[in-house]
């Protein structure tokens, strides 16, 4: 089959890999235009675009997707399966062009986790187990025939970065498995049942960061783990914002030794190793923090840099 593949970030890469390093036919590459660098005035390549550099792979970088050239140039590599791995929204003339069609690797079992941030917001909500899926795309985004599903388990020690990389690799199998079976003329595609309640996964906005001290010591917990390491959860502390990279749920022994008359949102310390927060049933101590304009940093090396007890204010 003739293959075009449409991907940015890393994690799109493992996916491409997979197909390129098992002898699918890639006869293009769709990526996003190259963007200004953090540094300097130099542009820089995406992640796919630079493997598909590497490797000699035919790329396209559209700045608009109905772009009557972009379009013309697509239907001239007369591709029979598209693939769509962490890229933007595909108009239809674009997705329904192949004859075989075009499907998507999302990362969350669907229905569940439709939308922009599956991997954040399954660990946000304490999910303990996730998923990667690929379906045939239709108009309603993550709405389309089920191809294929693989689980995942959560970690109590897996964060955003740690379900990232599961769930590239474990993805690119699934993708490869998807195509093999599209070859052999072997799939079945379902329609989604929606018949529990469904949990999406919008985009994560500056205002998901914010840590809510009112909510539960876990729920404060998981909503670290699921924006860690970037963009992080975030908290005003005496005005100035920190972002908060790592914490750790005491025990029901190191919860007694934190005052109990402090209300919630108060903060205790030892300036040693302990920084907790009161939260609405316990307290959550701090283990990894970035004060405003500074480097991420274990607590205790920011609690030395603190030469006496002073009042900590949230908000």
């Not at 954040?120 to 309603?140: P, S, Y």
């Not at 329609?191 to 500056?206: C, D, G, S, V």
Request: charged share 20%.
């Amino acid at each position: 089959m003739r293959i075009v593949f449409f991907g940015t970030p890393e994690f799109a890469v493992a996916s491409l890999d997979a197909l390129h390093q098992n002898g699918c036919q890639i006869v293009g590459v769709v990526t996003a235009p190259d963007k200004p660098a953090k540094r300097g005035n130099s542009l820089e390549p995406t992640a796919v675009k630079k493997y598909a550099l590497a490797h000699g792979l035919n790329i396209l970088q559209p700045e608009k997707l109905k772009n009557e050239q972009f379009l013309a140039d697509l239907r001239a590599l007369a591709a029979d399966l598209q693939i769509i791995v962490a890229f933007r929204m595909l108009p239809e003339v674009v997705w329904n062009m192949p004859q075989l069609g075009t499907f998507n690797l999302h990362a969350s079992l669907l229905p569940q986790y439709r939308g922009a941030a599956p991997i954040n917001w399954a660990i946000i909500n304490g999910e303990t187990e996730t998923g990667v899926t690929t379906f045939f795309l239709k108009h309603e985004i993550d709405t389309g025939d089920l191809l294929l599903q693989e689980k995942e388990l959560i970690l109590p020690s897996d964060n955003a970065a740690t379900l990232h990389d599961k769930l590239m690799l474990r993805g690119a199998s699934l993708v490869l498995k998807t195509v093999r079976n599209i070859e052999s003329n072997s799939t079945s595609p379902k329609a989604q049942e929606n018949a529990q309640p469904l949990k999406n996964a919008p985009k994560i906005f500056p205002e998901t960061c914010l840590l809510d001290l009112n909510q539960p010591a876990l729920r404060v917990h998981n909503q670290v783990r699921g924006l860690a390491p970037v963009p992080a959860a975030r908290i005003i502390l005496n005005g100035k914002l920190h972002k908060i990279h790592e914490t750790h749920l005491l025990s029901e022994q190191e919860n007694g030794l934190c005052p109990v008359h402090l209300p919630i949102g108060a903060v205790y310390t030892d300036l040693k190793h302990l920084f907790a927060f009161k939260c609405f049933d316990k307290w959550l101590a701090v283990q990894v923090i970035q004060p405003e304009g500074k480097k991420q940093m274990p607590i205790a090396d920011f609690l030395n840099g603190q030469r006496a007890v002073q009042e900590w204010i949230v908000g």
